[in-house]
Structures are given as structure tokens and as C-alpha cells.
């Protein structure tokens, strides 16, 4: 079983504590987000979890606690979440010059095949446009060129509750021109970094991007020593070639406040202590 620590909420984040208790007690249960009443239980232990991927903004909080769970013996990588997006955007993360040293400690201490970045979602308004992207992915990719292997890239995705929530935002939908330049300009500035350019639920091969797999069997088999079976997970999206895995967080509960996210029906507002 990989344990998806979690694409409905941001648990190294917010919920670490909460996290460790449930690996010491070795069992969760976990709601079914469309199905209230149903509830499954799951047997936690490194025998019954062949890999944890945590999803994160900011892993800071759990890394306190990384020494527990490698005593443990648990196997994991992180997605790191690592956009250039300013408060008005991303409301409630610490400064992004902090992040990034956050990324790199990270990786000093874990090893840059376990921690994978994220530039996602790409968004578009008058003033972030291809060229300001370009730029921007230029200086995260040259700080952060040594401490991961690859980077992960997707374009917004409008549902109902993200438009809403991004109301007056001034972020609209790009033409194929715009997500044309960007592909074309990020490929370029990985393979100078020497990084892996993957994407997550898109179709940009005609880039020369591949599609990636965010749970990924075979980063956990290079991680874990363990040869998993092969499958796409059929509770995610059409293009989405994850390995099956079970989400353990819960929707509306990330309080980082990111407008554009999906997995909260509102926008947080509350600020967090830094």
C-alpha cells in the first residue's frame, strides 16, 4: 500500500503531529470524502506501506520529525510544491527565499531523488505571462539545480469552486500560444540545470515534455528496494498515470489559502503564525 500524505490537504504542513501519531498507534481511518458514512481503517506499519508520498508547500513543520519516522522504518519522498506566486496568491506561506532554503535542506538530509519539485500549478494574469515565467522558473530551476532530479509542471485547471475563489483575481485561461511558450521555454531551462521535466495530467508531448507519474513505482522501487505492481489508480483523473495509492487527508482543511486550489471549496483567509 503507498500512502498518499496528501492531495487534499497539506499535512507536513499543518497536520505532522496528527500524522506521527496515527504511524505510532500503526492504524488510520480514513473517511471517504463522497461518502461520509464510510469509513476505512487501515493497518499502518513498514510491512503494509511500501512507500509514503507527502504532498507539501511546506515541509518545514515534518522535518523536525523525520528522525521518528526513519527510526520507524517507513519509506518516503516528498512533492514539493515550490511556485514563485506572491500573497496575493498563495496567502498563508512563508516567504519563498525561505522555501527554497527549506527545499535544500530538505534535500541535503533526505537525498535529491526523494524530494521532487513541483512548479504547479502555472497560472496566467496580464502580468504573469510567459516571459515573467520563463524568468521566474529560471531562478528557481538555478537554485534548486543539484538538490532534486525533476520538476513537475501543469497548467490551471478551472472547476467551479476555483473561478469562484479566483474571482477578481484577473487570472484567465491561456491560448495554445501562451502554453506553447512556456513548455518550450521551461524545457529549455531544465535540460540547462540538468533537470527532468515531467508533466502531471497534460498533454505536452508535442513540447517534448513526457507525462509523468506523480506516485511514482519506479522512484519507490529505487527508494524502498521493493518492485511494485504496475497500474494506474483509477480514482484520479483521465490523464493522470499515478500508481493506485490511499489518500489520508481530507478536503477543506489546508489553511494555506491558495485561490486557486481545488481541494478546498473556499479560499482560507485566516493568516497562520510564522
Known amino acids: 500500500m503507498i500512502l498518499s500524505a496528501s492531495r487534499r490537504t497539506d499535512i507536513p504542513a499543518f497536520y505532522g503531529d496528527w500524522f506521527l501519531e496515527a504511524l505510532k498507534k500503526g492504524s488510520l481511518s480514513v473517511r471517504n470524502p463522497f461518502n461520509p458514512k464510510q469509513i476505512r481503517t487501515l493497518v499502518l506499519s513498514p510491512d ?24 520507524m522504518g517507513y519509506r518516503y519522498y516528498f512533492q514539493f510544491t515550490l511556485n514563485p506566486y506572491g500573497r496575493e496568491i498563495e496567502r498563508n506561506l512563508p516567504p519563498k527565499s525561505g522555501l527554497v532554503r527549506v527545499f535544500q535542506r530538505l534535500s541535503r538530509r533526505i537525498g535529491k531523488e526523494r524530494v521532487v519539485w513541483r512548479y504547479d500549478p502555472v497560472l496566467f494574469t496580464p502580468a504573469l505571462d510567459p516571459d515573467w515565467h520563463a524568468a521566474q522558473f529560471r531562478i528557481l530551476a538555478e537554485r534548486l539545480a543539484g538538490f532534486t532530479e525533476r520538476c513537475v509542471v501543469s497548467f490551471l485547471d478551472f472547476y467551479r469552486k476555483t473561478e469562484r475563489n479566483m474571482a477578481g483575481s484577473g487570472i484567465f485561461p491561456p491560448d495554445g500560444s501562451m502554453t506553447a511558450a512556456v513548455a518550450e521555454a521551461f524545457l529549455r531551462i531544465a535540460g540547462e540545470n540538468g533537470l527532468e521535466l515531467r508533466s502531471c495530467c497534460e498533454t505536452l508531448a508535442r513540447y517534448g515534455i513526457p507525462a509523468g507519474a506523480c506516485v511514482d513505482p519506479d522512484r519507490i522501487a529505487r527508494i524502498s528496494g521493493k518492485s511494485l505492481k504496475r497500474g494506474k489508480d483509477a480514482g484520479q483523473r483521465k490523464l493522470c498515470h499515478c500508481a493506485p495509492s490511499v489518500d489520508i487527508g481530507s478536503y477543506n482543511t489546508c489553511p494555506a489559502g491558495c485561490i486557486y486550489c481545488y481541494a478546498n471549496a473556499k479560499a482560507a483567509e485566516r493568516k497562520i503564525p510564522r
Open 48 to 71: 503494509t506501506v511500501d512507500c509514503i508520498v507527502f504532498w507539501t508547500k511546506n515541509p518545514a513543520p515534518l522535518m523536525v520529525r523525520l528522525p521518528e519516522i526513519d527510526a
